[in-house]
């Protein structure tokens, strides 16, 4: 039994989710769930891996508000990664796959940079 059969085997049939999102079922969804979550993980790795790539190489040049952009873009991709990943790891395949139909939301709260240079989240 490979893994994705063992995954289909332990969890129990569930209908579509809200926007027609599949679960797993005993009928073949959980490959196309894998495949979803698969292409979401990877678009948002493509952000943080391009973003922090041009930061490395231009810095420098780069104007302080687009280098600022790119940090809230890497930022947000990252806790959209952390969001995913801590649902599949609850077991929470439906939510996961929720997430990922909604996809990268940018945050509405700042992120500056302290002169320690530390990150500053205000609430």
């Known amino acids: 039994m490979n893994s994705i059969e063992t995954v289909t085997a332990a969890v129990p049939a569930v209908s579509h989710r809200r926007g027609g999102a599949p679960d ?3 009928d073949g969804d959980v490959v196309a769930a894998t495949a979803v979550l698969a292409h979401t993980l990877l678009n948002s ?3 943080v891996r391009g973003g922090t790539e041009l ?3 231009h810095h420098e040049t780069l ?3 687009e280098r600022h952009e790119w ?4 930022d947000d991709h990252a806790e959209f990664l952390a969001i995913v990943l801590e649902r599949l790891a609850q077991g929470r395949l439906a939510d996961a796959l929720d997430a990922s139909a909604d996809g ?6 700042p992120v500056h940079a302290t002169r320690n240079g530390s990150v500053d ?3």
């Not at 940090?71 to 890497?74: G, K, L, P």
């Not at 990268?104 to 709260?109: D, G, I, L, N, V």
């Open 63 to 65: 104007p302080p508000a």
């Open 104 to 109: 990268c939301q940018p945050r509405r709260r």
């Open 71 to 74: 940090y809230r873009r890497i």
């Open 24 to 26: 797993v079922t005993a």
């Open 55 to 57: 930061l490395a190489r």
């Open 45 to 47: 790795i493509a952000v």
């Open 121 to 123: 989240r205000p609430a």
